[in-house]
Nanobody, 122 residues
Framework: QVELVESGGGLVEAGGSLRLSCAAS????????MAWYRQAPGKRRELVAT???????NYVDSVKGRFAISRDKGKNSINLHMNSLKHEDTAVYYC????????????????WGQGTQVTVLS
């Protein structure tokens, strides 16, 4: 069962904008950090942006100043506003949610979405 559902991907010309959204499809464990990852063909999945429950954000250098992550207050849903898109932003974008460390597991529990394709035409 997919716990996170992404939407908003598509085809856009270089310099354009897209907005990705992610929402929980069911009740989740208490979430601390939510994030967007992406994976381009033939490359490893990379972290794009994170946002904590307190609203602290971080971005990979390649998207700083162009992308903005936001979180709907009190909800397990996030958005990624992508501006000035480049061809190298082309990838499948995945939503991620992580709990704090769960004592019985000894680590956080992680949820993933199935991904949404973003294609930027050069």
């Amino acid at each position: 069962q997919v716990e996170l559902v992404e939407s908003g991907g598509g085809l856009v010309e270089a310099g354009g904008s897209l907005r990705l959204s992610c929402a929980a499809s069911r009740r989740l464990l208490k979430i601390n950090t939510m994030a967007w990852y992406r994976q381009a063909p033939g490359k490893r999945r990379e972290l794009v942006a994170t946002i904590t429950s307190g609203g602290t954000t971080n971005y990979v250098d390649s998207v700083k100043g162009r992308f903005a992550i936001s979180r709907d207050k009190g909800k397990n849903s996030i958005n990624l506003h992508m501006n000035s898109l480049k061809h190298e932003d082309t990838a499948v974008y995945y939503c991620n949610a992580e709990t704090e460390t769960i004592k019985i597991l000894g680590r956080p529990y992680t949820y993933w979405g199935q991904g949404t394709q973003v294609t930027v035409l050069s």
